[in-house]
């Protein structure tokens, strides 16, 4: 295993050597470069760019859809935060700390925004903010963006998010409502809704735009009206009043994702959405981003934000362009920008390999400079001309310069407290119309049934036999820290001394032997073997090296178990994991907002237990630990909680093998400015940036 990883780096040295002979010469005299202020890149008057006006963004996913309501991945994300606006944005590169942003105060007890029984949150709404169409942006709007995105609903989507505060603790989506209310459950009372859903007495039509519509005409109108009076706008006062279901710790924090972006009503539903009407509702439930994409709402934008919306052709570019007329009158925090933007054209291409994206940034042709992973790292390091930490970097500290003729900045030691990629196991997987990824779909050697990781016991030889050391020395280049917790660092619930899985390939056995599947011939899986697929994101090499170190290990342990490593495009490769097609899969998640909830919710009881598709009842187990711990207000008891009730739990079921939280590093052009490091963000919100 050593020796594989060995000659790997050894390739990247070599490359490395190629590169930086077709580079500058080297300079042997050491200096300061002067980075002008904190968040400013390091500096030298060599190094200019060919256009100031237009950056040029490589990289290599794509959005899956631009529609707010169903947008959930990174990708899509960024351009949702650079063309939309929300009500509160992140101070600068706290991911705690917010400020006003379509907002004029954020809502407290201290200034009425918030209701003593913390139930009702009144926003303030800025006035004279126009949409890039040239209407008014209205508090109507805003209440309006929030009700079409709850009502769109989908388990694919991120409106989980809103439906639990404002509907009732434990609930995911719209379409529980309809059935619980056509079952005589008030809507108005959560706790009841909350029994009837988990008590599982009838068949909820998650994503079944067809069985949705065929409740009552007037349960669905009323479904719709009752999720209207839970946001309220009123002119004369220009606020928008949030009612809660119950007290919601992170209920501000939410509104910073690209989920809470405003839109215009109008445009909206004249590009394919939903125009208000509560009688057609259920028209717009839970689209595809396939079939968003038909329309302007999913394969365009147009909001309130610093950039515009130009064009999308997908596979190759994504155009921004600056909002001349951008609301922004007063920095929101010290050295901000405010107006429009100084970039004046953001260009997005798309460029899956390193190689190609790095010689682009020797040439200038890029102002980015992005790795496939930390493997890349070393390569990276052979065109550096200064370096500094981010805690430098961002107090004003100057780039030491090593070599006045090469074109990078390093900045390091940047902590990603608030992301992760983790190894996810499916349940089940979906076999309707085939499915290449399970090979024969049989347990017969040369395949797994559909269901083989229902098995606790092979997710546990899974985990243990994953080289975790590997990881981390030859992938991360050792900059890393060990999640010992489904939750964060920080977080309500992180424990250093939780149970941890260990690469031990006689344990992987023994859970393989421990199995319980059997052949029709009676042969056990540990002699018998296996076939199937695991996948990764085409141009993200670290997740290609996950599931190889997943294949050696497998193979470590039997050469009877075959894991084959399969890259797909972005779009593909979410589709295949939203179609409940894959076994297993390499994916990254960053917090939507930072608690605990947003994990345990996610992993255990929403989002991806759905592509995991998480029997019913662990997930009616773990719904009951996520709906109590999210109502316990007191810190220290809710920590205690879960430790105590949710770690041991999660360890055992082995769900996901957890992996590292990363120690960053950012390697950009010497003549960029501006950039910081918001873990919350999706990519990069270019309004701040700047070059010379």
């Not at 004279?128 to 709850?150: L, P, Q």
């Not at 004003?396 to 090469?406: L, N, T």
């Not at 009877?560 to 994916?587: D, M, Y």
């Amino acid at each position: 295993m050593k020796s594989k990883w060995y000659v790997v780096l050894t390739f990247l040295v070599i490359l490395s050597t190629l590169l930086v002979a077709c580079g500058p010469a080297d300079s042997a005299e050491p200096q300061d470069v002067d980075n002008g202020s904190a968040g400013a890149a390091a500096s030298d008057e060599v190094w200019t760019s060919k256009d100031p006006n237009v950056w040029i963004e490589t990289t290599y996913g794509e959005p899956d859809t631009l529609d707010i309501s169903h947008a959930y991945e990174s990708a899509g994300g960024e351009i949702i935060e650079n063309v939309y606006d929300r009500l509160l944005w992140y101070k600068e590169d706290s991911v705690t700390e917010f400020v006003p942003w379509l907002a004029t105060e954020i809502p407290s007890l201290e200034n009425g925004g918030i209701s003593e029984d913390g139930l009702t949150y009144t926003f303030k709404i800025r006035e004279g903010v126009k949409f890039h169409d040239g209407s008014d942006m209205t508090v109507d709007d805003v209440a309006y963006s929030m009700v079409r995105n709850i009502l769109a609903g989908g388990t694919d989507s991120p409106q989980w998010m809103w439906v639990e505060p404002l509907l009732g603790a434990g609930l995911l989506d719209i379409s529980e409502l309809v059935a619980a209310y056509e079952n005589g459950v008030a809507l108005d009372d959560p706790q009841a809704m909350y029994n009837f859903v988990s008590s599982g007495e009838v068949d909820i039509p998650y994503d079944d735009r067809a069985a949705l519509a065929a409740y009552s005409p007037e349960t669905l109108t009323a479904v719709c009206e009752f999720v209207q009076t839970r946001v309220v706008a009123d002119p004369e006062t220009s606020t928008v009043t949030y009612k809660l279901a119950q007290p919601w710790a992170p209920f501000l924090a939410t509104f910073l994702g690209y989920w809470g972006s405003i839109q215009s009503k109008e445009w909206v539903g004249a590009n394919g959405g939903w125009d208000g009407d509560c009688t057609t509702w259920t028209e717009n439930y839970a689209w595809s981003a396939e079939e968003l994409n038909q329309y302007p709402i999913g394969n365009s934008a147009m909001g309130t934000g610093p950039y515009m919306f130009d064009h999308w052709t997908p596979g190759e570019e994504l155009v921004m362009v600056a909002n001349e007329n951008f609301w922004l009158e007063e920095p929101a925090w010290e050295g901000m920008p405010t107006g429009a933007p100084q970039l004046k054209t953001i260009v997005i291409k798309q460029v899956s390999e390193f190689a190609t994206r790095l010689a682009m940034a020797q040439a200038g042709d890029a102002d980015n400079v992005l790795p496939g992973s930390t493997e890349d790292w070393p390569i990276l390091d052979g065109f550096v001309g200064a370096e500094v930490t981010y805690d430098e970097y961002m107090a004003g500290v100057p780039a030491v310069g090593i070599d006045s003729e090469k074109p990078f900045v390093k900045i390091s030691d940047i902590l990603a407290v608030n992301t992760r990629t983790d190894v996810g196991f499916a349940f089940t997987v979906n076999t309707e119309g085939g499915n290449s990824f399970i090979g024969s779909g049989q347990l017969d050697g040369d395949g797994i049934p559909a269901d083989f990781f229902s098995d606790e016991h092979v997710r546990r030889a899974f985990a243990y036999c994953f080289d975790y050391d590997t990881y981390l020395n030859d992938v991360l280049q050792g900059e890393g820290v060990r999640a010992p917790t489904l939750m964060l660092p920080g977080m309500a619930g992180y424990d250093e001394n939780a149970p941890q899985y260990t690469y031990d390939i006689e344990k992987c056995r023994e859970e393989l032997k421990a199995s319980t599947w059997v052949s029709e011939d009676g042969t056990q899986l540990y002699d018998l073997g296996f076939r199937f697929s695991a996948i990764y994101n085409v141009g993200n090499t670290q997740r290609q090296t996950i599931a190889e170190i997943i294949q050696a290990g497998m193979q470590e342990a039997g050469t009877q178990f075959v894991v084959e490593v399969v890259g797909l495009p972005w779009p593909s490769f979410l589709r295949s994991i939203n179609a409940k097609k894959v076994p297993i899969f390499i994916i990254g998640w960053i917090s939507d907002y930072y608690d605990t909830h947003n994990w345990v919710n996610t992993f255990t009881v929403g989002y991806y237990t759905f592509k995991q598709s998480f029997p019913d009842e662990i997930r009616q187990e773990f719904n009951q630990i996520a709906v109590q711990g999210v109502q316990i207000s007191d810190p220290e008891e809710r920590d205690a909680y879960y430790k105590e009730v949710f770690n041991q739990k999660y360890h055992d079921l082995s769900p996901a093998i957890l992996l590292y939280h990363l120690k960053n590093r950012n390697y950009q052009q010497r003549y960029t400015h501006g950039w910081y490091a918001n873990a919350a963000y999706s990519n990069k919100w270019y309004y701040p940036l700047w070059k010379d």
